[in-house]
């Protein structure tokens, strides 16, 4: 296909796979009669300028990542190619944010069923600034508009790598606030949807800008690359596809006999398909590609890109159309719809460890994490190197952790119950750290990751030192600003209004957890950590900063056992279990949990630190003996000079 009917065939096959789903999946059926109508610009104009949203989104996260990431750079900066994608993503980002801001006026007017002419200011204003849809989309326009002037201030490889970060983390809001964040079960629906749009859109992308760049000369070695990427974006499309599918049809039998299980259906054939071509890539075309034939992987790629865009406008139907497990409106549990699951028996061990609630985030977070720390520990070995495996056993210890108290039953009652999220708060905070940091990650990914072939390549290890010496990694680590992040933040969420506000969204929740856990690695990064970006500091100084935590840690339990106030009272009460103690009773629970948990943690801390710090004495007494001989040597052999 020529340059022109590449995009237009895309568009084409993406517009009309929209306006058939829409039909066939029931979105545009007919309003019931009393209930207000938003009118035929909003019925038509919201799917469409969703869909153009999302193939902006698309290209500029393809265009920003192949720029930083898979094409080779000149120096410091982006190659000229590279140029090229990144001045078209600044004006594709604006674009994104425009449809977004639209995405506000269509969505107000779909909600109250008024044309989009007769809304007042106010109203959509009120939407943007108090709703969580708005909210979402309002942070989506500010993140794009944000995108596209990073995309023309400058051309250096670490500024496109921000902003394809920045672009990335721009897709994901809404995801967190459409169908699967009202449903039941939201813990895996909206965390599902959001692996499957992040990993979809850079497969879509990355072969969007592969095709933008086919004339360019690393057109081969850049194509390797995304091909390694694009087979972990497809694995990670094919499960949470299956996973989100599955929980929004409710039984296998919906996905034939409802019109959104044929819709889901459309795209597990597209799915299919693109498998199969990804095969062909594989097999035939990069191999030809090598060889100098760009013809065959560019007319595959281009037929990959319209299959891609059918699937996105299938994708875009899908989120108008209604599913099978919505259920009737009037029968509704209220705590399942707040907490995202029926409130669970009186809390048991077998309850605590069992009815478990996965979480897709962490379970993909921890099995990553797993399978790439043995895979480095296998490379090594295979290099015939060595690596300790007390330091496998702790890393692997600390994911093990992190997967059972974020997906088991403690996951579930530490929604309702602040005992419980205590404890969890303190597991996540204190005990997963240590054992993430005795595994030594960053020392094994520097040994274990190769060098490009091409100097003008930066690979995941150059990319890794990039950031262990950067600014912000520099701030993060000192000691004194570890300190506080990890101290502040208890107090800063507990006596504030913070607590209740990220309960009760499932992105605040994740954000929350994500937190106990960095926080906690940093500081303790810092105090006992073994890989190299963390600055040098006294041991002196480190067992002061570490009885520094001791005692803010001690401080808050005691203040948190002391308080006679409910702590995010509105969340908590909305929640409270009948077979629950009073709220006052639980917090004092958990004050105690608090004021106790950190004992063992810091014992074992100090005892890390201590014995780091006589290592280090010996380390230097040895240094300063070898220097003493040698200049013992060096008196004795000598020459006198004449006089």
């Not at 993503?89 to 449809?99: D, I, K, M, P, T």
């Not at 969505?107 to 708005?134: C, E, H, K, W, Y």
């Amino acid at each position: 296909m020529g340059s022109i009917m590449v995009p237009v065939a895309a568009a084409v096959s993406a517009g009309a796979a929209l306006v058939f789903a829409l039909r066939a999946g029931g979105a545009l059926a007919a309003a019931i009669p009393g209930l207000p109508d938003p009118g035929p610009v909003t019925t038509w104009a919201m799917p469409l300028v969703r869909l153009l949203a999302d193939a902006l989104a698309t290209l500029t996260v393809g265009m920003l990542v192949t720029a930083a990431f898979l094409l080779p750079g000149d120096g410091p900066s982006v190659s000229p190619h590279g140029w090229l994608l990144l001045r078209r993503a600044g004006a594709l980002s604006a674009g994104w944010a425009v449809a977004a801001l639209a995405l506000i006026v269509l969505t107000v007017s779909d909600l109250l069923g008024v044309p989009p002419q007769r809304l007042g200011a106010a109203t959509v204003n009120s939407f943007a600034s108090s709703i969580s849809q708005g909210r979402a989309l309002l942070l989506q326009a500010g993140l794009a508009l944000t995108v596209a002037a990073l995309a023309r201030v400058g051309v250096s490889r670490g500024l496109a790598a921000t902003a394809a970060v920045l672009a990335l983390i721009a897709v994901a809001p809404p995801a967190f606030t459409g169908h699967a964040a009202g449903a039941g079960n939201h813990q895996i629906a909206v965390s599902s949807l959001v692996v499957h749009v992040l990993a979809a859109v850079l497969w879509i992308g990355g072969l969007a800008a592969l095709l933008m760049v086919r004339r360019s000369r690393h057109l081969a070695d850049a194509a390797s690359r995304y091909s390694r990427l694009a087979l972990g974006c497809f694995a990670a499309v094919a499960v949470s596809g299956l996973t989100n599918a599955a929980v929004r049809l409710g039984t296998l039998d919906q996905l034939w006999q409802t019109r959104y299980g044929w819709l889901v259906g459309g795209k597990l054939v597209a799915l299919v398909i693109l498998g199969a071509v990804g095969v062909a890539h594989r097999s035939r075309a990069l191999p030809a590609l090598r060889a100098g034939r760009r013809g065959a992987f560019a007319r595959l790629a281009a037929g990959e890109l319209v299959v891609f865009a059918t699937t996105l406008g299938l994708a875009v139907a899908l989120s108008r159309s209604p599913t099978p497990v919505a259920g009737n409106p009037a029968d509704a549990d209220p705590l399942t719809e707040l907490l995202g699951f029926p409130m669970p028996a009186a809390p048991t061990p077998g309850n605590l460890l069992g009815q478990p609630l996965p979480d897709l985030f962490f379970l993909t977070l921890t099995a990553c994490g797993a399978a790439g720390y043995l895979a480095g520990v296998r490379r090594l070995r295979r290099a015939g190197h060595r690596w300790p495996i007390a330091r496998t056993a702790s890393w692997l210890a600390g994911l093990l952790l992190l997967a059972a108290f974020t997906g088991l039953g403690v996951a579930r009652y530490a929604y309702a119950l602040f005992s419980v999220h205590m404890a969890q708060h303190m597991v996540l905070s204190m005990l997963v750290p240590i054992l993430l940091v005795g595994g030594a990650p960053i020392t094994l990914a520097l040994r274990a990751l190769r060098r490009p072939a091409d100097p003008q390549v930066r690979g995941a290890r150059e990319w890794l030192l990039l950031t262990l010496h950067s600014r912000p990694t520099k701030l993060l680590t000192h000691p004194l600003v570890a300190l506080g992040v990890y101290t502040g933040s208890l107090f800063g969420l507990y006596f504030s209004d913070l607590l209740g506000t990220l309960m009760r969204s499932h992105l605040g929740h994740l954000a929350m957890l994500v937190h106990f856990v960095v926080s906690g690695y940093l500081l303790l990064w810092v105090l006992i950590g073994v890989d190299p970006g963390r600055p040098r500091v006294p041991h002196p100084i480190l067992v002061l900063i570490h009885l520094a935590a001791m005692m803010a840690h001690g401080f808050f339990g005691l203040v948190l056992m002391q308080t006679t106030t409910v702590i995010a009272p509105d969340w908590y009460t909305a929640v409270h279990p009948a077979w629950a103690p009073s709220l006052l009773v639980d917090q004092n629970l958990g004050a105690g949990i608090a004021w106790a948990f950190g004992e063992i943690p810091a014992a074992v801390v100090m005892i890390l630190l201590v014995r780091q710090w006589i290592r280090a004495d010996q380390r230097e007494q040895a240094r300063l003996d070898r220097a003493a001989d040698r200049a013992e040597a060096t008196a004795v052999t000598a020459p006198l000079r004449p006089r």
